[in-house]
């Protein structure tokens, strides 16, 4: 049973920030990973990829102020979000490209 499990989700006023984590019970060396989210009423979209070489990917409303980044000995891939604003508020899910995603993690941006 493959489980991805993100963490570090929560409340933020707008411009903190927040560092999301998701640990996968399975090898990711091999596989890109990517996060996605989702804000009520709104379709799931993609944040930001990274490849299995470390090339990084950003959706447009993001660029500058998200870092994704993977730690394959941990089987880990993190988001750093910066200057965090209501907008982004969603369920962020973290992707496995071998075919699993997580559960999700709330992330509320509001003063």
């Known amino acids: 049973h493959v489980q991805l499990v993100e963490s570090g989700g929560g409340l933020v006023q707008p411009g903190g920030s927040l560092r999301l984590s998701c640990v996968a019970s399975?090898?990711?060396?091999?596989?890109?990973m990517r996060w996605y989210r989702q804000a009520p009423g709104k379709e799931r979209e993609l944040v930001a990829r990274?490849?299995?070489?470390?090339?990084?990917n950003y959706a447009d409303s993001v660029k500058g102020r998200f870092t994704i980044s993977r730690d394959n000995a941990k089987n880990t891939v993190y988001l750093q979000m910066n200057s965090l604003q209501p907008e982004d508020t969603a369920v962020y899910y973290c992707?496995?490209?071998?075919?699993?995603w997580g559960q999700g993690t709330q992330v509320t941006v509001s003063s």
């Open positions: 399975v090898s990711i060396f091999r596989y890109a």
């Open positions: 990274i490849s299995s070489g470390g090339t990084t």
């Open positions: 992707m496995h490209t071998g075919g699993y």
